[in-house]
């Protein structure tokens, strides 16, 4: 045993950086990084009222049509997951951010970005998951793109989709509209897609009988739309997982969300994947669930209807919209503590202790 | 999970507080040293449901908060060599050396690879023989022998372009320097469970004695802490101060055998430097003679680095228990967790970050029994 | 520090000279590292840190815990617990759908 005293008054410790010179990984994380580039960077430079509302999807008006226009690109690794592939998550990833306008997408477009050496049976593979999703999700691609970058420059296959749909009438989607007593809904299990990705990922590879949830959620959204047009607001939890999602609402309508954590539906095999590694569900992506803000009184009548649809059989109030503390997401846990549900950093590590 | 779920349980946990509750006539303060008990008690409001005479002083048990700001720079500078796989847990990447951090040796050009095991990245130091693969080996006594593995692995195999940049810490060092401290107020101690799953109880009882403190092996999950604390206030009550092992489903007096005798080979004893504290004499491990050849530290010429840490913030404190992190007035405006001044801001179980994350307002007060706030009624603090 | 977590041994193997084992934890399940545990059988649990088993978990120990965490409020019990008293009045949910832990979560549990 050491016998200096240490006098630990004195204690200190530095200040590490301020700003990044180069991206990170993180600024694609959709956490706190990705909204700083965009709200910091790229709003400013392309100016514009339309963008500066940031939703998932832009509501335009054009001849007279309420349309609902987005764009997303698809960088996932590997290219074929359990449960999907970038194919799938190229129409229902875009097909989702319309849906969240409340709008059926109607058209997509499609630009591949194919590495050199890449075999012409994967991006056939590709293809026919991308045609199929489509199909399934009752939209057509209307036109594409091909460019081919030099072999060690891309990772085999990268998609960008847009797709353009029309906003029924009477539906107005944004975060403004959530007032305090608004039922939080999620339509089912969190964490699946997430989970499956990380389990076939290099490096973390785990077994788990877990596949992705990829799915589109146009018809989900119809039909909650058939109770009532008057939803607040519908958000897909992608990346940054619920916790993202939450928070944006949260700080987009200044009002407070309180979730009751028991309430939350985790599949064991997500919550065990997320104990090894030391990963919160609640920041896992997901890519076929949606989140919700409904008035109270058709709260029941908007979760029947969901839990009558395939895609939202495992639906459930999970907490409620608050004046208290505007602008954060409080959890209340199992054991009758709170927690700030803070918006992600940048993407979530694994952790050792 | 079998052996977590159970250990989740609100009933008992609501006769463990009860018991708590019924017992503590006066205030006491208790430190639980490792950042996963930390991470526990705030993950589910724990220190809210405890009495107000029980405070929870979190410790300085958190390997990447601790890893001294002059290692951080060692690593980078490896992993910024073209030919270099640096290899490294998740979590290391956010932490901040000077200027910079693993992620943007990464947006570099640096092939920064985060693992789940040091075995992974052995398993690539095998899969590429023409490159260097250095394991960035942090971590207290319960990650010291899987690293210490990996290494005698690596000479067993004869992969000699593997290394291993080593900064282990151990616990009881720790526990001494605190409680030599002027200032401490800690009145008992919750001991990391899983750094006694391998090393055993036997380096405890001699502190207990010596400083008059109340020592509870502690596990991980909320029964686990409760029961710890429970423990640890009925002897202070009494006025005992005994070593106690409250985890003995994964806790044997004698630790793991097999473990210690590798950690004997691979390690030897030496002084430390702690992020944020400072040198604790006996306060780390490094690689002994035998494994030298392994020491990335040597095999790439970074052993002259040396970074003096500059006093900005104030986590010391919040490490001794003499500052509540809310109570620093850099927490949550200048500091956080993705603008760290400190290490406990930087590791998701640094005290500092963990009340951000969880707890940055006192959002509403405990329930008390018959008392029941409803959803709606939570006052802002 | 040291997020390590329970799991149950379902086959031991060799590799590179190594003992090895693969692990579920509750639906999960990862390689890992069985030479610090050369004993460890098959259906055992073990606590395990970064691809190592550390340590092996006694069940009777848990058990013993547990019913030691159940015997201590059955003083109270007789006079009501206000703990359960509070519980009970907060466990009112105000919406259409069940409560929480239902049937289908606590059966996907087991």
Same mark, same amino acid.
């Given at each position: 045993m050491p016998d200096t005293a240490l006098d630990i008054t004195g204690w200190t410790c530095p200040a590490p950086l301020r700003d990044r010179p180069r991206v990170v990984m993180g600024h694609g994380g959709g956490g706190a990084l990705s909204a700083e580039l965009v709200e910091h960077l790229f709003a400013p430079a392309f100016g514009g009222e339309v963008l500066s509302r940031l939703g998932d999807s832009a509501a335009v008006t054009l001849g007279g049509a309420r349309l609902a226009f987005s764009t997303d690109s698809y960088v996932v690794r590997p290219l074929f997951f359990p449960g999907g592939s970038i194919g799938d998550l190229a129409v229902n990833g875009t097909v989702n951010d319309l849906a969240m306008s409340g709008a059926r997408a109607a058209y997509l477009s499609c630009g591949f970005i194919l590495e050199e050496g890449v075999e012409i049976s994967i991006v056939a593979r590709v293809a026919e998951a991308l045609g199929a999703a489509a199909r399934a999700a009752g939209v057509e691609v209307a036109t594409g793109d091909t460019k081919v970058v030099e072999?060690?420059?891309?990772?085999g296959v990268y998609i960008n989709t847009s797709g353009i749909g029309l906003i029924p009438e009477g539906v107005d989607l944004r975060p403004q509209r959530v007032v305090p007593g608004d039922v939080v809904i999620v339509s089912g299990e969190i964490g699946l897609h997430g989970v499956a990705i990380m389990s076939v990922r290099e490096g973390m590879e785990f077994g788990v009988d877990v596949e992705s949830?990829?799915?589109?959620l146009g018809g989900l959204v119809a039909a909650m739309l058939a109770v009532t047009p008057d939803l607040h607001v519908l958000r897909d939890p992608t990346r940054g997982g619920l916790a993202a999602s939450l928070n944006e609402i949260a700080a987009a309508s200044g009002a407070g969300v309180v979730i009751?954590?028991?309430?939350?539906?985790?599949?064991p095999a997500v919550a065990n994947a997320c104990a090894i590694l030391g990963l919160d569900p609640l920041y896992v992506a997901n890519e076929g669930k949606l989140v919700a803000f409904v008035p109270r009184e058709h709260a029941d009548a908007v979760l029947d209807a969901m839990r009558a649809h395939p895609l939202g059989r495992h639906a459930r109030v999970i907490g409620e919209a608050v004046e208290a503390h505007p602008g954060l997401v409080v959890a209340r846990t199992g054991l009758g503590g709170t927690r700030v549900v803070d918006l992600p950093i940048g993407e979530q590590l694994p952790r050792i202790c | 999970m079998k052996y977590i779920d159970e250990f989740q349980d609100p009933e008992l946990a609501r006769r463990l507080l009860d018991d708590i509750h019924a017992t503590v006539t006066r205030p006491w303060a208790l430190m639980e040293v490792c950042g996963g008990q930390t991470h526990t008690i705030i993950r589910h409001g724990i220190d809210q449901l405890l009495p107000d005479l029980v405070e929870l002083i979190h410790g300085p048990g958190c390997p990447v908060c601790v890893t001294p700001l002059e290692v951080i720079d060692k690593a980078l500078e490896i992993a910024s060599r073209p030919n270099v796989i640096f290899c490294s847990f998740g979590d290391m990447l956010r932490v901040p050396g000077t200027g910079r951090d693993l992620f943007q040796v990464r947006s570099e050009g640096g092939d920064v690879r985060v693992v789940y095991s040091p075995l992974d990245a052995l398993k690539i130091a095998q899969q590429n023989p023409q490159r260097e693969v250095v394991f960035f080996g942090i971590g207290f006594e319960t990650t010291a022998p899987p690293n210490a593995m990996t290494v005698h692995q690596a000479r067993k195999l004869g992969i000699r372009n593997f290394s291993l940049l080593v900064s282990h810490v151990r616990v009881p060092p720790a526990i001494e320097a605190i409680m030599r401290s002027p200032s401490c107020r800690v009145q008992g101690f919750l001991a990391a469970g899983h750094v006694c799953s391998v090393m055993g109880t036997g380096e405890y009882p001699a502190l207990a004695e010596r400083h008059r403190v109340p020592i509870v092996v502690t596990g991980f999950e909320p029964l686990d802490i409760l029961e710890g604390v429970r423990r640890a206030v009925h002897q202070l009550e009494r006025g005992e101060h005994t070593v106690d092992n409250a985890y003995a489903r994964a806790v044997? $007096?004698? *630790?793991?055998p097999a473990a210690l005798a590798m950690l004997e080979d691979v390690f030897e004893v030496t002084d430390r430097a702690w992020r944020g504290i400072g040198v604790i004499p006996d306060s780390g491990w490094r690689l002994s003679e035998r494994y030298r050849e392994y020491d990335a530290e040597h095999r790439f010429s970074v052993t002259g680095i040396t970074t003096l840490e500059p006093a900005e913030c104030r986590s010391g404190e919040v490490l001794q228990g003499l500052?509540?992190?809310?109570?620093?007035?850099?927490?949550?405006?200048?500091?956080?967790?993705?603008? $760290?001044? *400190?290490a406990t801001m930087v590791s998701s179980e640094g005290a500092c970050a963990a009340y951000y994350l969880y707890r940055r307002l006192e959002l509403t007060p405990a329930p008390q029994p018959g008392t029941v706030a409803p959803l709606e009624a939570s006052p802002v603090a | 520090m040291c997020l390590a977590v329970p799991g149950r041994v379902l086959d031991i193997g060799e590799k590179d000279g190594t003992r090895m084992a693969t692990v579920d934890f509750g639906g999960v399940q990862k390689e890992v590292c069985l030479e610090y545990l050369p004993d460890l059988q098959v259906g055992e649990y073990a606590i395990v840190h970064v691809g190592f088993a550390l340590q092996r978990l006694d069940e009777e120990s848990a058990k013993q815990t547990l019913e030691l965490f159940a015997q201590l409020g059955m003083l109270q019990e007789e006079f009501g617990d206000p703990w359960e008293q509070a519980a009970q009045a907060s466990g009112d949910w105000p919406f259409g759908d069940s409560p929480v832990g239902d049937a289908a979560q606590e059966e996907a549990r087991q």
């Open positions: 072999a060690g420059h891309g990772d949830d990829c799915a589109a009751q954590e028991g309430r939350i539906p985790v599949p | 044997r $007096p004698e *630790g793991n500052l509540k992190p809310h109570e620093c007035e850099a927490f949550g405006t200048l500091c956080t967790p993705r603008n $760290p001044l *400190g | -």
